[in-house]
């Protein structure tokens, strides 16, 4: 009786185990989903101010002002490039979320106020248009 009793709580015990490695795995997912977010994020908001210093620029001399207006018309185009990678990256860690979500729901737990809260999934980025001026050969 003993060593059956042994055996059962040894299963228990590994059972329990595996299920925290899956609900750490699945935590690790929306984690990881979630930095990439924070990262391209980080990368749209250098290039945002690029662009703000940029697009105030109109006064400039002609020659230097068509420069610019290149510029800006490349800058906007490698902003919204980014903006789409963010919001696939975004739609990834929905994806990542949902399945903790199920994972955690599937292990018992019904409550996930903790969950939402450190694993929040930020609004979708709209992309941007250039400034007027970028438009006007004038």
Do not use: C
Request: aromatic content about 10%.
């Amino acid at each position: 009786m003993m060593i059956r009793e042994k055996g059962y709580d040894q299963t228990q015990e590994d059972i329990l185990r595996e299920r925290a490695n899956v609900l750490a795995r699945a935590g690790d997912s929306v984690w990881f989903a979630l930095e990439r977010l924070r990262i391209l994020d980080g990368e749209i908001n250098r290039k945002m101010e690029l662009y703000r210093r940029a697009s105030t620029r109109i006064e400039l001399a002609s020659d230097v002002r068509e420069r610019l207006r290149r510029f800006t018309v490349d800058l906007v185009e490698d902003i919204n490039d980014g903006i789409a990678r963010y919001n696939e990256a975004r739609e990834y860690a929905k994806v990542r979320y949902y399945y903790l979500i199920v994972t955690r729901e599937a292990m018992g737990f019904r409550r996930h106020q903790t969950v939402e809260e450190i694993y929040r999934i930020p609004e979708k980025k709209r992309t941007i248009e250039g400034p007027a001026w970028i438009d006007s050969r004038k």
